[in-house]
């Protein structure tokens, strides 16, 4: 049997649309190689972010959440990363093809990424104005009076208080909520269109997560970003996301707006995530891990890459990769149970 997926969540192509995503990605296929052999991180990633949008992706470690923002960056290790196919368009504009001095252009200025880890973020050496000013100096050409000015209203902006006298101070000096909205700051420097967020919240607390995602809220409305959060927390992907991308084994298996993600998940790997999740409202014991590991992506499987955990699994799932289903007009899927052919789990 032979099966043609069917092109969904894909922005109409360049020239025609007349409201063309800010960011598209399409069947982004990407490996490394090792002295193992090659890993296949990404196989056929797609997917979109419109200009101000929140978009999510979620997926637990090794998915290939980080190694697509990397890509989206141009900070691939250039030795070892190979694009086997795909594209990534920027205002339509290829990336995959761009050279380090056009990159440089690039990274900082129109896009920015917020790490996962403020301690390593920072240099420790340097003072928090001279990493906030850098930026804009190159970028910009501000002269240094104009970089710390614009360096006290993005302090100011993400509620750190006196800026002024945060600027002298070294990373060692602040604590890891502080650092963590500081590295923020420096990420909006430059009035960047796009924002990538890798896991900002992990390293903090509770309640300075939600600080954070408060903060990113403020931060869209002021501005009009367009933000890409990646993380495995799902509770963080409720507060935040207009749109959710679930990730598995290096592909987007399912796309939907967040209330229907949260509501109605239509992918078996989407489903299982959600019935990990604690609530106050559930006894400690229906908790449900997800059985078996991911598969090995030296040599992934001919079919679907969640077959061997899936409860709910086909005989056609571990023979033949699942087409893309389209469940509305921003939502589809990547699973034969939802094809038209496939019998009904009870």
Known sequence: MTVKPKPVDMPAPAGQSDNPPLLAIRD???????????????????????????????????????????????????STAQITGGSILFEERELTTLKPAQWRQLQGRRIALIFQDPMTALNPTLTIGEQMTEGVRRHLHYTVSQA???????????????????????????????????????????????????????????????????????IQAHTGVAIMLITHDLGVVAGIADRVTVMYAGQCVETADVHTLFSDPAHPYTQALLASVPRLDMPAA???AIAGQPPDLFAPPAGCAFAARCAHALRVCSQIEPPVTGLSDQGWVRCWLQDPRAPRPA
């Not at 990407?30 to 890993?39: A, I, M, N, P």
């Not at 296949?40 to 090794?62: D, K, P």
């Not at 420097?189 to 995602?213: F, G, Y």
């Open 286 to 288: 229906s908790l449900k």
């Open 148 to 218: 710390r000015d614009k360096a006290i209203q993005m302090l100011e902006l993400v509620g750190i208080s006196s800026p002024e006298q945060r600027l002298r101070q070294f990373p060692h000096e602040l604590s890891g909520g502080m650092r963590q909205r500081i590295v923020i700051a420096i990420a909006l420097m430059c009035d960047p269109d796009l924002l990538i967020a890798d896991e900002p919240t992990t390293a903090l607390d509770v309640t300075i997560q939600a600080q954070i995602l408060a903060l990113f809220a403020d």
């Open 28 to 78: 982004l296929s990407l490996r490394f190689r090792t002295y193992g052999g090659y890993v296949h991180a990404l196989r056929q990633v797609s997917l979109h972010i419109a200009r101000g949008e929140t978009l999510a992706i979620v997926g637990e470690s090794g998915s290939g959440k980080s190694v697509t923002s990397q890509a989206i960056m141009g900070l691939l290790p250039r």
